[in-house]
């Protein structure tokens, strides 16, 4: 996500970012933690998942950041969805994930879960 706000929108780096979707940032020696809203000067230190932030940050011990960082259980799965169009920007990007995460949201509700589409 970073990559793509600095490429189409390096005036609003920040605004593209912001999207509720969270990020990972460094956090002393060993691990990385998960921050919704993060400052500006965060920016050039932040990364979409714990396994990107610790293999930059920590690639010394970068088993020990994942196992030492704060991190609720996950499971991911793959989806095929032939037939989608790509999208032509960050904002398209971000509504085909926001509505993937809400209809998974629909299903899981009263069980208990909850889904983050990355």
Known sequence: MNRCCEAHFSWRIKQCMNNNKPV?????????EKKAD???WEIDNSFESLELCCLAK???DTKRCID????PMSLR???DLKGLP???NCQDSNRI???LEDSLNVELSG???TASVM
Request: hydrophobic share 30%; proline share 6%.
């Open 97 to 99: 994930a926001n509505s």
């Open 24 to 32: 990972y940032i460094p956090v002393g020696d060993i691990t990385c």
């Open 111 to 113: 069980s208990g879960g």
């Open 58 to 60: 920590r690639s010394w």
């Open 38 to 40: 993060i400052a500006d």
């Open 68 to 71: 030492e960082s704060s991190q």
């Open 77 to 79: 799965l793959h989806f």
């Open 86 to 88: 790509e999208p032509t």
